[in-house]
């Protein structure tokens, strides 16, 4: 199983992209949106395990003497704990590192240690590391293994999961409609590929990010058993190309899975698939959907997801959820715990 950074590249616009060994770029992304209130967490019980992202924010978080005191709740009920890259910074905070093997973003390595931690060093960007109930991680590249560990620290197994899974890729796709299934695939134990026109195993491909500013607008084959096709701008392009067109046919033509989100569903259009079959995509996409001969289904909210038979469409890569769900179910890929 490869790892997600060797496949996908690293993109000119990824938050805090690595660029060994001096330094990385700290770049704007998607906006997150919180679910829940800090203030309001008062009981750990309610929860089964803590994950701390890395980036700029643990290095405030970590002087915040509540974020702090939740962690050490966490650790002091043995509850799994996952961290990753600069959020490793609290646990140091909380003296919970001391004599804990773990691994993080390089620059952290002598803060650990002088914590107390026994480190673990790194060799690829990707590489994490498990002690008891703590899940390290170095960056973003090795969140599929980081996932993995994850689930198998909270007592799941996975079956199903000897399956073999296309994405089809082009310059500028969305950042999260590539990279969020691609790594979340891999860590279910999928074997993923990503392939572009023109493009062979190695290059990489450009990303883009979209976030929603309003209502109208936003920011800018054989062997296989699924067909993922990322959104963004790519697909404009990749509807032009005669052997992504024939690609798409064939895995219909076989009943294989194909799954698409946001504008993606422009190259399941071009190849004439869509007739008579129900299913969503973005906004933007609804008159190539439509005239495809598809039932269009209006993506409200905008999360939305739909199965029909072996096709899968999203609105956006706000329904990513409910998308790996559908997708699961599909490949016959089980969780359990």
């Known amino acids: ?25 700290e770049l704007r992304g998607h906006n997150f949106t919180l679910n829940a209130t800090f203030d309001e967490i008062d009981q750990v019980n309610k929860y089964d395990g803590l994950i701390i992202p890395g980036g700029r924010s643990p290095e405030y978080l970590a002087m915040n003497e509540s974020v702090v005191e939740l962690a050490r709740k966490f650790s002091d009920s043995a509850k799994p704990i996952a961290s990753i890259c600069h959020g490793l910074l609290i646990l140091a905070a909380g003296d919970l ?15 650990l240690i002088a914590a107390g931690a026994q480190w673990v060093e790194a060799d690829t960007l990707a590489k994490c590391a498990s002690d008891g ?79 929603y500013e309003g209502e109208q607008t936003y920011s800018e084959k054989p062997g ?26 064939e895995f219909m033509s076989e009943g294989k899975l194909v799954a698409s989100v946001g504008q993606g569903q422009r190259i399941l259009s071009a190849a004439g698939v869509l007739k ?10 609804k008159l190539d959907v439509v005239l495809a001969g598809a039932t269009w289904l209006e993506p409200e909210p905008i999360d939305l997801c739909f199965t029909d038979g072996n096709l899968v469409t999203c609105a956006s890569w706000h329904g990513h959820a409910e998308f790996i769900t559908q997708l699961m179910a599909l490949l016959g890929i089980k969780v359990t715990f």
């Open 276 to 285: 008579g079959r129900k299913c969503t995509a973005h906004p933007t996409a």
């Open 224 to 249: 296989y058993d699924a067909l993922v096709i990322p959104g963004g701008r790519a697909s404009k392009y990749l509807a032009l190309n005669e052997k992504v067109i024939c690609l798409v046919k």
């Open 1 to 25: 199983m490869a790892q997600a950074g060797a496949r996908l590249g690293h993109q000119a616009q990824d938050s805090c992209s690595p660029h060994p060994p001096q330094s990385y770029n």
């Open 133 to 211: 109930n703590l899940i390290t991680g170095v960056t973003y590249l090795g969140h599929a293994e980081y996932i993995r560990l994850f689930v198998e620290a909270l007592g799941g197994s996975i079956t199903g999961s000897d399956k073999r899974i296309l994405f089809l890729c082009g310059d500028y796709m969305e950042d999260y409609e590539v990279r969020v299934p691609f790594q979340s695939l891999e860590a279910l134990g999928c074997h993923v590929d990503a392939v572009s026109p023109k493009k062979g195993a190695g290059e990489s491909c450009l990303t883009a990010v979209h976030d």
């Open 97 to 111: 590192v001391k004599d804990r093997k773990c691994t993080a973003f390089p620059t952290l390595k002598p803060l």
